[in-house]
């Protein structure tokens, strides 16, 4: 079984490496062809409903992969198909009216999700979001795929199709962008390049669907027919399931609109967001996956009574490792986010402008980083609890308050001029949800005092007040010896600039944070030191 369990994390975390490569050569080929340009910038609103649908509903470990893999454990192969049959029908009547809608609706949706667009970009998103309605329907048969295939121990397909839309989009918009070269960015091409960018993502995520035919036509998981059953037990318990994981999906998709609402009379920012939006998800999502993952059991097997303190030094562990890692990462962020965001895009039609506007970006993301992963954590601990209500209450009203801090941060404007004396753009939206973290970190710990006692909430929080100023005197190191250089011009120059300042600020904060005595800091410097005196 513990074989079986490897091959199957190995498989996995091989399929994903290849997607997440293909998705970073897509996004570099994207940023090359239109920087932040109108094409882009519509783009960004028009795929904020088709996206929705396919990342949470048709991506792995989505609501329709989990409600499929939960229903068919244990089910036969003849009861799995009809299962499937009758959950396809339904759930592909539904989004078929919901594709269809899109396509009527587009103009007024765009017009609600992005109130300040110009017309020109107004326009080209509606063209893309009609083109890109039918993910909504591709989305639901997607994830009920990669969910019948899992139950069937067959995990590359899932793990690999999403490169099959970044090789789509990496192939038509290499196309185009050949064919027009510097005109990219001109009013003449920039539908065309939008229509591009909508017909590409539309193509990948059917390729997707259609790469799982053949596995699961040969695994007896699909059928060629109409099946309208409601009553099946399997059915239901498929139904149960995927209702409130929409729900709870859905949240992350009003975050996204509050943000590009507001974001829609800033140009570029939308483009702008996105591109440092992937920037900081990719250490992010390793990070991630690195320490919580590992956590989870941990507390679902600590939630007894007589097991609460390991269970509270847990807690504590996975507070501070995560604060080191955000703090540093956020470290870098700040102190040469330039640097990076040059390094990653700046080609073709990504120049300075927009290296400018994405860099200021980035580092607004290292800013809120220390509250990234901590809430995460805190949440899954109320899970392992058995407590969903309070993350999610905190939730909804982190998303008022968003809103708030949003239209706070960009001046307060109304019909009658911006109400505040300060607006900081685009930026003050990332700053905004950088806020919201921090205050759910501090409900969430308030929260979990309740549930568990006595929390030591100031020496934790003292702990982490320690990290932050390791974090800022190695970002003054670091600001010190980029000013200080005359670093080279271009990709070396900035590649050389972040490996050694980079390098030199990650060594003096763990310095720092072991000479005061955090324990998490001075572990991961001897793991480190042990492996460099192994190799």
């Not at 929409?246 to 609109?257: A, E, H, R, W």
Request: proline share 4%; net charge positive.
């Amino acid at each position: 079984m513990t074989r079986s369990l490897k091959r199957i994390a190995l498989v996995v975390a091989l399929g994903t490496l290849i997607s997440k490569i293909g998705g970073l050569v897509r996004q570099l080929v994207i940023a090359g062809a239109f920087g932040v340009s109108a094409s882009y910038d519509a783009y960004n609103y028009a795929y904020v409903l088709p996206g929705f649908f396919l990342i949470l509903l048709g991506g792995g470990n989505g609501p329709f992969h989990n409600a499929i893999v939960s229903a068919l454990s244990g089910k036969n192969e003849k009861e799995s198909a009809y299962i499937l049959t009758a959950v396809k029908t339904f759930v592909s009547t539904i989004l078929l009216i919901i594709a269809a809608f899109l396509v009527f609706a587009a103009n007024p949706i765009i017009s609600i999700i992005g109130p300040g667009l110009s017309p020109e970009i107004h326009k080209i998103a509606v063209i893309q979001l009609q083109i890109m309605a039918p993910i909504a329907l591709f989305s639901g048969l997607i994830g009920i795929g990669f969910g019948s295939l899992n139950t069937r121990d067959d995990f590359m397909i899932p793990a690999i199709s999403p490169v099959f839309s970044s090789l789509v989009l990496i192939l038509l918009i290499g196309i185009f962008w050949l064919q027009e070269g510097s005109l990219v960015q001109s009013n003449q091409v920039a539908i065309r390049g939008g229509v591009i960018l909508a017909i590409g993502t539309l193509i990948g995520a059917l390729l997707q669907w259609l790469i799982q035919l053949p596995y699961l036509f040969k695994k007896g998981l699909t059928r060629l027919q109409f099946t309208w059953d409601l009553h099946h037990p399997g059915v239901k318990e498929v139904l149960r399931i995927l209702g409130p994981a929409i729900l709870s999906s859905g949240m992350l998709t009003i975050n996204v609109f509050t943000d590009l609402f507001f974001a829609s009379g800033i140009k570029g920012a939308a483009a702008g967001l996105s591109y440092a939006n992937f920037i900081v998800q990719a250490p992010l999502g390793l990070l991630s996956n690195s320490l919580l993952i590992p956590l989870l059991p941990t507390f679902a097997k600590l939630n007894n009574a007589k097991d609460r303190e390991s269970l509270i030094e847990r807690v504590r562990q996975g507070l501070i490792l995560s604060s080191t890692s955000m703090i540093a990462l956020g470290t870098i962020f700040i102190t040469l986010g330039t640097s990076i965001v040059s390094l990653i895009y700046e080609r073709g039609a990504f120049e300075g402008n927009a290296v400018n506007i994405v860099s200021s970006l980035l580092i607004a993301y290292g800013v809120g980083m220390p509250a990234y992963l901590g809430r995460d954590l805190l949440v899954r601990v109320f899970y392992a609890l058995g407590d969903a209500k309070t993350p999610f209450n905190l939730s909804v009203i982190g998303i008022i308050l968003n809103a708030v801090f949003d239209w706070i941060l960009i001046g307060a404007p109304t019909p009658t001029g911006n109400q505040m004396p300060f607006n900081f753009g685009a930026p003050g939206l990332i700053l905004a949800t950088g806020a919201i973290n921090f205050l759910t970190c501090i409900a969430l710990l308030v929260k979990l005092n309740s549930h568990l006692g006595r929390l030591p909430i100031k020496a934790w929080l003292f702990d982490i007040l320690k990290l932050l100023i390791a974090g800022f005197i190695a970002g003054l190191v670091a600001l010190t010896i980029n000013s200080s250089v005359n670093w080279p011009d271009g990709f070396i120059g900035n590649l050389t600039k972040l490996l050694i300042s980079g390098s030199i600020s990650l060594f003096i904060f763990g310095l720092i944070g072991d000479s005061m005595g955090i324990k998490e800091v001075k572990d991961l410097n001897k793991l480190i030191s042990k492996k460099v005196i192994n190799r």
